[in-house]
């Protein structure tokens, strides 16, 4: 809290006053392509706006192709040479983050870094088109649908170019505000029971729960080549009791971060709490430069290589809740999610086959 307030940095060098240029300062990020959710704005389209600065391939994935479209023209303004595209995401829609990812294949493009930043905050009741309470839907499964649907190309990037790929889930700090179970499965569409800030805490909780458990799916539990050999035969005459994943040793990283508290306009849905909120604690905000700092810190900096499943605050590594350190809340998240994918994708090809 000391630092938080005073700015001090932390072991990494930078602290809560950093701002996403500084802490990216020297990084050329030349070779990287870089796909970020809700980059129209606030932060962000501030993480956008550094990444490109730094040489990246940036592309912005917006529900409004309107403000997606004038966000890269606003980066364009300042950075002739920036490389940006724009494309559609429904975050809410499981077919929209569908027909997103088939329009990011056929552009046969590399991916190595998927910063999943979009989400939503405090917003009354209603259901996604998926008949998936809102905050949850947007917040988590359809990043969790899209993260799923781009692993593949991250892969291969990865192996073709021998860089390490990133993947980054925005949480907040809000994931310890959440319902006295953790996750609501049983109850998660209910009306009667939903409260907008604890639903919020739930989405932010399920954001850390599946970058831990992707991660944990990513990494090789064993460096013995018995070990892998035995795994990949197992894999081969499909003993589901082995996972495929854990085989493959993807040079891939997640983390999750906590941007801190900033004013944007993701609080539309509670502006008269939090005038109130930010009156009480007005020392603890920060500017959008800041914001965005330790999205870009996790996303670029070399310190961080081979470093998953951690949780950041002010570019530094922070325990997060015991909520969302539970490894089995965070497996039973997985094979939930799964499944309400699978039900939606039902209902879409019932739908078409009418």
């Known amino acids: 809290m000391?630092?938080?307030?005073?700015?001090?940095?932390g072991p990494s060098g930078f602290g809560s006053a950093s701002t996403a240029e500084q802490v990216t300062q020297g990084i050329d990020a030349t070779n990287l392509t870089v796909l970020i959710t809700g980059g129209a704005s606030g932060i962000g389209f501030e993480t956008a706006r550094v990444l490109a600065l730094r040489n990246a391939h940036v592309i912005i994935a917006g529900r409004n192709m309107k403000a997606a479209n004038e966000a890269k023209q606003l980066i364009l303004k300042d950075n002739k040479t920036a490389r940006l595209d724009a494309l559609k995401l429904d975050l809410a829609s499981l077919k929209s983050v569908k027909a997103f990812a088939n329009n990011f294949i056929a552009l046969k493009l590399p991916l190595n870094?998927?910063?999943?930043?979009?989400?939503?905050?405090?917003?009354?009741?209603?259901?996604?088109?998926?008949?998936?309470e809102m905050q949850f839907a947007t917040n988590h499964?359809?990043?969790f649908y899209l993260t799923n649907l781009l692993l593949d190309i991250m892969k291969e990037t990865a192996r073709s170019s021998g860089i390490e790929g990133r993947i980054i889930n925005l949480?907040?700090?809000?994931?310890?505000?959440?319902?006295?179970?953790?996750?609501q499965f049983d109850k998660m569409n209910e009306e009667t029971s939903y409260l907008d800030k604890k639903a919020?805490?739930?989405?932010?909780?399920?954001?850390?729960?599946?970058?831990n458990e992707l991660s944990r799916r990513l990494q090789v539990r064993s460096t013995s080549s018995f070990i892998i050999t035995?795994?990949?035969?197992?894999?081969k005459f499909r003993f589901k009791s082995y996972n495929v994943?854990?085989?493959?040793?993807a040079n891939i990283t997640v983390n999750s971060v906590h941007p801190g508290l900033i004013t944007t306009n993701l609080y539309r849905h509670s502006s008269l709490f939090i005038k109130i909120l930010k009156f009480l604690t007005y020392i603890l905000w920060k500017s959008i430069h800041q914001g965005a700092a330790t999205t870009c810190y996790v996303a670029l900096h070399p310190a961080l290589k081979g470093v998953s499943g951690k949780y950041f605050l002010d570019c530094n590594e922070y325990?997060?809740?015991?909520?969302?350190?539970?490894?089995?809340?965070?497996?039973?998240?997985?094979?939930?999610?799964?499944?309400?994918?699978?039900?939606?994708?039902?209902?879409?090809?019932?739908?078409?086959?009418?």
């Open 2 to 9: 000391f630092r938080l307030i005073t700015g001090i940095a």
């Open 113 to 132: 870094i998927l910063i999943n930043n979009a989400g939503i905050m405090f917003c009354p009741y209603q259901l996604s088109e998926d008949g998936i």
């Open 141 to 143: 499964l359809g990043h």
């Open 171 to 183: 949480t907040s700090v809000a994931h310890l505000h959440t319902y006295d179970e953790g996750i």
């Open 200 to 211: 919020y805490g739930q989405s932010k909780l399920a954001n850390i729960l599946h970058a």
């Open 230 to 235: 035995l795994l990949h035969f197992c894999a």
């Open 245 to 249: 994943m854990q085989a493959e040793g």
């Open 319 to 354: 325990e997060s809740g015991t909520f969302a350190r539970d490894e089995i809340l965070a497996k039973r998240l997985w094979d939930f999610s799964n499944k309400l994918v699978d039900a939606a994708q039902n209902n879409m090809k019932s739908s078409v086959s009418l």
